[in-house]
Nanobody, 115 residues
Framework: QVQLVESGGGLVQAGGSLRLSCAAS????????VAWYRQSPGKQRELVAS???????NYAGSVKGRFTISRDNAENTVHLQMNSLKPEDTAVYYC?????????WGQGTQVTVSS
């Protein structure tokens, strides 16, 4: 079965950095679009960053210039490097993979940025 397992969340002070990782199994990772979403209490889940199978990236305006998404097809992993973190980045971050027209989700990892 398909599994997406996130890691790397935690508590960090404003201005700090975190690196999230997502390990995928059960899909042909190299042909999947992968992405990170986040959801904070009372808000809808929103796209943070995505990367296509061809390597094209897309970022939410609020994280552009601070976050970097990257993929390692040999390791079936996608990373999200988050720098200059702000309290408003606090959320549960979810890994997403789109494979054969089906969306798959990880269980989420909490990121908390203190002011």
């Amino acid at each position: 079965q398909v599994q997406l397992v996130e890691s790397g969340g935690g508590l960090v002070q404003a201005g700090g950095s975190l690196r999230l990782s997502c390990a995928a199994s059960g899909i042909v990772f190299s042909i999947s679009r992968v992405a990170w979403y986040r959801q904070s209490p009372g808000k809808q889940r929103e796209l943070v960053a995505s990367v296509t199978s061809g390597g094209s990236t897309n970022y939410a305006g609020s994280v552009k210039g601070r976050f970097t998404i990257s993929r390692d097809n040999a390791e079936n992993t996608v990373h999200l490097q988050m720098n200059s973190l702000k309290p408003e980045d606090t959320a549960v971050y979810y890994c997403n993979a789109a494979y054969r027209a089906v969306d798959y989700w990880g269980q989420g990892t909490q990121v908390t940025v203190s002011s």
